[in-house]
């Protein structure tokens, strides 16, 4: 069993930046594919971004794309969203998520993570 522990998350001003981490307790983190997605009240969970294990391959919704960028360290079994130009309707509860290597060319997809952590509100203010 694999534990996810968002952290980083608050209040920021428009414009401004923020960085998130997502720290995994255990397991082989380096083989996971990892994913960040977020939801805003009163709205569907939606996907941010995603990584496979060996930074191959990279995606981003076209929402954040050029904002945000996503990274991760496997010798500290950690995964980062850097969050810049933030906007209000960035404003959200953001979740990381891992999944096995195979999810990878489905791994926009929420419903192919095996793990989630508690979530982190980010909230941007205008």
């Known amino acids: 069993q694999v534990q996810l522990v968002e952290s980083g998350g608050g209040l920021v001003q428009a414009g401004g930046s923020l960085r998130l981490s997502c720290a995994a307790s255990?397991?082989?983190?380096?083989?996971?594919?990892m994913g960040w997605f977020r939801q805003a009240p009163g709205k569907e969970r939606e996907f941010v971004a995603a990584?496979?294990?060996?930074?191959?391959?990279?995606t981003y919704s076209d929402s954040v794309k050029g904002r945000f960028t996503i990274s991760r360290d496997n010798a500290k079994k950690t995964v980062y969203l850097q969050m810049n130009s933030l906007k209000p309707e960035d404003t959200a509860v953001y979740y990381c998520?891992?999944?096995?290597?195979?999810?990878?060319?489905?791994?926009?997809?929420?419903?192919?993570?095996?793990?989630w952590g508690q979530g982190t509100q980010v909230t941007v203010s205008s």
């Open positions: 998520a891992a999944g096995p290597q195979s999810i990878a060319p489905m791994m926009s997809r929420g419903r192919y993570y095996n793990y």
């Open positions: 255990e397991g082989t983190f380096n083989t996971y594919t």
């Open positions: 990584l496979t294990w060996s930074v191959g391959s990279v």
